[in-house]
T-cell receptor
Framework: LAKTTQPISMDSYEGQEVNITCSHNNIATNDYITWYQQFPSQGPRFIIQGYKTKVTNEVASLFIPADRKSSTLSLPRVSLSDTAVYYCLVGDARRGGADGLTFGKGTHLIIQP | GAVVSQHPSRVICKSGTSVKIECRSLDFQATTMFWYRQFPKQSLMLMATSNEGSKATYEQGVEKDKFLINHASLTLSTLTVTSAHPEDSSFYIC???????????FGSGTQLSVL
């Protein structure tokens, strides 16, 4: 199983850049890396997905080194509304089952004024 | 973007009754739908995977006779919690994916409280 390891929690302040790193040593060749954000009592929301190198969208960047054994989600200039739990998933949703869809414990990001 | 609608958002029921939760993909055909449950301050736990027209595949430890899943069409999957008990109280979340896309699209979740 391509399990992931993330810090349990992180703190930062408004306007700062936040980087959350996820370890996935057993990532398979066909696996993608996907990050989700979850607010209390809501379903997770897709943030960004990548396979290798760097991916950037309007809300975040994802950095993936050449060996793909880790990835870093970068949130530029965070605000209070970015306080949430962030999950790193590794796998292929099309395969289904725990192999591709196992949620780790996630990282609880707390942004302070 | 792809939208997954989940209803109801909250349900309170008496012990012993059954509760049905619906999950609909509004603007795409979901080849696969997934059901999760989440206890307070814990991560999501995959319960089962369902493909349209076939029986759901349940994860180890999940009772298929208690958590009935029906994926009758490419846009609708239902989860029925039969003979619910207080220990079934949890946050249930569905998600869907479609062919050629590795992302998961999640519903807004259903908070089930069994009295």
């Amino acid at each position: 199983l391509a399990k992931t390891t993330q810090p349990i929690s992180m703190d930062s302040y408004e306007g700062q850049e936040v980087n959350i790193t996820c370890s996935h040593n057993n990532i398979a060749t066909n696996d993608y890396i996907t990050w989700y954000q979850q607010f209390p009592s809501q379903g997770p929301r897709f943030i960004i997905q990548g396979y290798k190198t760097k991916v950037t969208n309007e809300v975040a960047s994802l950095f993936i080194p050449a060996d793909r054994k880790s990835s870093t989600l970068s949130l530029p200039r965070v605000s209070l509304s970015d306080t949430a739990v962030y999950y790193c998933l590794v796998g292929d949703a099309r395969r289904g089952g725990a192999d591709g869809l196992t949620f780790g414990k996630g990282t609880h990001l707390i942004i302070q004024p | 973007g792809a939208v997954v609608s989940q209803h109801p958002s909250r349900v309170i029921c008496k012990s012993g009754t059954s509760v049905k939760i619906e999950c609909r993909s509004l603007d795409f055909q979901a080849t696969t739908m997934f059901w999760y449950r989440q206890f307070p301050k814990q991560s999501l736990m995959l319960m089962a995977t369902s493909n349209e027209g076939s029986k759901a595949t349940y994860e180890q430890g999940v009772e298929k006779d208690k958590f009935l899943i029906n994926h009758a069409s490419l846009t609708l999957s239902t989860l029925t919690v039969t003979s619910a008990h207080p220990e079934d109280s949890s946050f249930y979340i569905c998600s869907a994916s479609f062919q050629g896309n590795e992302k998961l699209f999640f519903g807004s979740g259903t908070q089930l409280s069994v009295l």
